[in-house]
């Protein structure tokens, strides 16, 4: 899978870490920044992630600043961005089966990295069932939604 990450400088680290992960099991990852520790704007950040994500150069995205609150509200800016900030592997599970998250958010400061790889894979893992959700996800990728 390509998959497209996004960190700012207090995301930097985790992000570095499930690029090396994910590369290791085979993904093409598609860093889009920052690329070290001074800081930068995570609206910024988010763009390019985003960007890869609408127009199909990654199949999905990982956008991880401290929190995981900028990097969210950034993301979902974007029609047909469905950003879902996820702190335990449940949510990312759902997120992909009701919702069709196509961005997993993650909060650095929050989320230690064991947890976050496998938030991840769950994440990764999940598939959209579909059926009445997908009346639900047309909403929020409409004008009114």
């Known amino acids: 899978m390509r998959i497209a ?3 700012d400088h207090a995301g ?3 992000k570095s870490d499930l690029a090396r992960r994910l590369a290791g099991q085979g ?3 598609l860093d889009m920044g920052c690329f070290d520790e001074m800081s930068v704007d995570y609206p910024d950040q988010a763009g390019p992630v985003c960007d890869a994500v609408l127009d ?3 199949e999905r995205g990982v956008l991880v600043c401290n929190t995981g609150i900028g990097m969210s509200i950034a993301a979902n800016r974007r029609r047909g961005i469905r950003a879902a900030l996820c702190l335990c ?8 089966r009701h919702n069709d998250a196509n961005v997993l958010v993650l909060g650095a400061g929050l ?3 064991f947890l976050a790889h496998e ?3 769950a994440f990764l893992a999940g598939a959209f069932e579909g059926g009445r959700h997908a009346r639900r996800v047309e909403k929020l990728d409409s004008p009114n939604g």
């Open 5 to 7: 990450l996004g960190s």
């Open 119 to 121: 938030i991840l894979e």
């Open 27 to 29: 993904h093409e990852v």
């Open 89 to 96: 592997t449940t949510m990312a599970a759902m997120a992909r």
């Open 12 to 14: 930097f680290p985790l």
């Open 56 to 58: 199909g150069r990654a």
């Open 111 to 113: 989320t230690a990295p």
